[in-house]
């Protein structure tokens, strides 16, 4: 909730859908999240774009960090609406350990 929280503060015309992801992970690798953006098409048929992917965000090891993770992840969907409202093409952002 910290990361709905923190979207929500940022953008008051964004409605927010938490999903689960039915798939079994292991101890290590578990507690990722994907922010993705859903719009209709022309058909009315809803298409999905990918805003960032968050490598062990819920995961016990980097609880710790989950506010200022959550600050930043906010910031990233911010600015996606942003540059969506100007009509700017943007590119999914990623973020894992593999990166830092």
């Known amino acids: 909730m910290k990361v709905v929280n923190e979207i929500l503060g940022k953008l008051d015309d964004i409605h ?6 039915p798939v079994e992970t292991s101890w290590e690798k578990h507690g990722e999240i994907a ?5 209709s098409d022309t058909d009315g048929e809803t298409v999905e ?3 960032i992917f968050v ?7 980097r609880y710790g960090e989950m ?17 969506r409202k100007r009509g700017d093409s943007g590119e999914t952002v990623s973020t894992t350990d593999d990166e830092k």
């Open 16 to 21: 927010v859908k938490l999903v689960l992801n």
């Open 35 to 39: 922010i993705k953006f859903l719009i």
């Open 55 to 61: 490598d062990d965000f819920q995961h016990n090891k």
């Open 67 to 83: 506010n200022a993770r959550a600050k930043e992840i906010a910031d990233v969907v911010e600015e996606y609406m942003l540059t």
């Open 49 to 51: 774009e990918d805003i």
